[in-house]
């Protein structure tokens, strides 16, 4: 069943599409059918810059089970480092 909910958020990082690099100034994470993935449905997850068109996105449909282990690989990640180590406060403070 699609939730036909969508959860938007502001992001800031880069990353690399048809066209290569762009900043991510957005994403969205929503469970549908997906559009190559062969599952009735999936986690998707779009990495945006809606300011410089459609070529500047990456789209990324995930089972359940790989959804909730990315976001443990995440926490995991972020807990082995430093706090604050990547964050855009400390990456302004460094290049200052």
């Known amino acids: 069943m699609c939730t036909y909910q969508t959860i938007k958020m502001a992001l800031d990082g880069a990353a690399k599409g048809a066209n290569g ?3 991510l100034t957005g994403g969205a994470v929503y469970v ?3 559009y190559h993935a062969c599952h ?3 986690v998707n ?7 410089d068109g459609p070529s500047a996105r990456v789209a990324v449909e ?3 089970e790989a959804a909730l282990a990315l976001v443990e690989a995440i926490q ?3 807990a082995s480092a430093p706090p604050g180590l990547a ?3 400390t990456s302004a403070a ?3």
């Open 62 to 64: 995930l089972t359940e």
């Open 87 to 89: 964050s855009a406060a």
């Open 40 to 42: 009735e449905h999936t």
């Open 94 to 96: 460094g290049a200052a």
């Open 32 to 34: 549908d059918h997906p």
């Open 21 to 23: 690099w762009f900043t």
């Open 45 to 51: 997850i779009d990495f945006t810059n809606r300011g």
């Open 76 to 78: 995991k990640a972020l």
